[in-house]
């Protein structure tokens, strides 16, 4: 007897075959979007909303694209969620862990297509992917003894990350700002205190670290333009209360002269609230909500430098670096926790005027300012930064180097064959392929750069049968170089992420047999 639907009217399932084919095919073409833009020369995607003002962005960083895509196809979703795993825990390798788990589901396929059971695929995968990460752990250096082997690793680790985004053609000076940065940081991996403001004009090389913190607002009038050994208030209150505001108070009064004391009872309060602000002997306040005039005034007279507006992580991030803390009662002066700073002064970026703190309590924190063209050029620069600043600051913290350019994946792959040499059953399949997933990141690199990827990497892989090899894809020159010599250098940290996570996200798409969607709600008819 045939069995009724279980499901909904518009509920749809694909059972088996098809449930897995559609896996696939979402996974595949997800990660054929976005291997182009892998390797040093790797091409740029512009994304462009639908909605209002419809906005472009430019970008090469594989979260970035993938954050912004609608997909309806599961097993895309997957991959997208892992790219966002990756550049939220180490910055970098986000387009390297989509083409990874791409490449070990296109392998798949075919192992499946030879009546090869997916939990037989995934035991395979699971051993290769071990094999491969001890193959990486017992070639990884660690130079964190040794302060300036380990500083000019951090900056030729810099140099690529940066090398296949919009600041290569700078990388040097870039690869240095970013160690600077990070090196200020002294171990800790918050990247808050370090601030990127972007200023368009001028071009990328004008870009500068700053050793204090640059708050993106002006000094109001007749205030100090320059304080020396600031006391600096910082404040979540509000100041604009010395008016009656007509649309949101409802007074009652019999004669105007009433409205008029009712004003002087408001004055006299603001009056009163910013003696007490003034009691705390401080030179500088910040607040983060508007100051009216009157008050303004009365910090003028009493030579303070009153600064509104300041937005919330600009606060945040002031009290963090001036050592103070933030404020919103003036009754007990003593428990409250000033900042301090050197210098207090206004500086002129491009076309703006900025307030400059300079020798502040917190030396870690520094402010970044990137100059560039347009806007778009701005975005993509300071994702490219951002990136290097997170690969840095994890590698501060786990000091172990790889070094770069597809010798890592040359080295698992050439581990993860012997594997699969020494396996009996269909394991030793699934083993295989796996190494062909990982070779295939070479190959994509050198594709990307025009060159005969086929030639090269067999060019590789002879060259990893010696000992102790350092060979990998040279783009520049287009052949097999030296990477050690090139200084092109990898964060271990990024390399076992993407390993790890690629390997995961493609076992759980093989597991799949049957994809259900449900029936959209409808809309009962309130008629």
Not at 415 to 426: F, H, I, N, Q, S
């Amino acid at each position: 007897m045939a069995i009724e639907n279980i499901f909904k009217d518009d509920a749809s399932e694909e059972k088996g075959e098809r449930a897995r084919m559609a896996s696939f095919v979402g996974a595949i073409a997800i990660t054929d979007l976005v291997k182009t833009t892998l390797g040093p020369k790797g091409m740029d995607k512009i994304l462009q909303s639908t909605g209002r003002g419809h906005n472009v962005t430019v970008t090469n960083d594989g979260a970035t694209i993938l954050k912004s895509l609608h997909i309806d196809n599961p097993a895309a979703k997957v991959l997208i969620d892992i790219s966002k795993v990756q550049d939220d825990e180490v910055g970098d390798g986000t387009t390297s862990v989509v083409v990874l788990a791409g490449e070990l589901l296109r392998e798949a396929e075919k192992l499946v297509a030879t009546k090869i059971h997916p939990m037989t695929i995934i035991s395979g995968y699971r051993m290769a992917a071990e094999c491969a990460r001890n193959a990486l752990l017992q070639r990884v250096v660690d130079n964190k003894e040794n302060a300036e082997k380990f500083k000019s690793d951090l900056m030729k680790i810099a140099m690529t990350t940066l090398s296949s985004k919009i600041l290569s053609q700078d990388k040097e000076h870039f690869g240095q700002l970013a160690v600077d940065a990070v090196m200020r940081l002294k171990g800790s991996t918050n990247l808050e205190a370090i601030q990127i403001i972007k200023k368009p004009g001028g071009s990328l090389k004008d870009s500068f670290l700053d050793e204090g913190f640059i708050l993106d607002k002006k000094i109001g009038l007749g205030q100090p333009k320059r304080i020396e050994n600031a006391k600096i208030l910082v404040a979540n209150t509000a100041m604009d209360t010395d008016k009656v505001k007509i649309y949101g108070a409802r007074v009652r009064v019999d004669s105007m002269s009433k409205v008029a004391e009712i004003e002087g009872a408001e004055k006299e309060k603001m009056r009163e609230k910013v003696q007490k602000i003034i009691a705390h002997g401080i030179n500088c306040f910040v607040n983060r909500q508007l100051i009216y005039n009157f008050p303004e005034e009365l910090f003028a007279d009493a030579g303070i430098l009153a600064i509104e507006h300041a937005d919330f992580d600009g606060i945040e991030r002031l009290a963090l670096v001036t050592g103070g803390e933030i404020a919103s009662t003036f009754d007990n002066p003593e428990s409250v926790k000033l900042g301090h700073c050197k210098l207090i002064e206004e500086i002129m970026i491009g076309e703006d005027k900025l307030i400059h703190f300079s020798g502040v309590e917190m030396g870690q924190a520094c402010t970044i300012v990137l100059r560039g063209a347009s806007h778009h050029v701005l975005d993509e620069a300071e994702r490219s930064l951002h990136d290097a600043l997170c690969v840095l600051s994890q590698t501060v913290n786990d000091t172990r180097v790889l070094l770069g350019g597809g010798w890592p994946e040359m080295v698992m792959a050439k581990e993860v064959d012997e594997l699969a040499r020494k396996t009996p059953g269909k394991k030793s399949h699934a083993i295989e392929a796996f190494s062909r997933a990982l070779v295939a990141i070479p190959t994509i690199i050198a594709d990307n750069a025009g060159l005969d990827s086929a030639d090269l990497v067999a060019q590789l892989r002879a060259e990893h049968h010696k000992e102790g090899c350092n060979a990998g894809i040279d783009v520049i020159s287009g052949s097999v170089g030296d990477m050690a010599e090139l200084g092109i250098s990898e964060s271990f940290k990024v390399k076992q992420a993407v390993l790890l996570s690629a390997t995961e996200a493609s076992e759980m798409i093989l597991r799949v047999d049957e994809i259900i969607t449900c029936a959209p709600r409808r809309r009962e008819d309130r008629m």
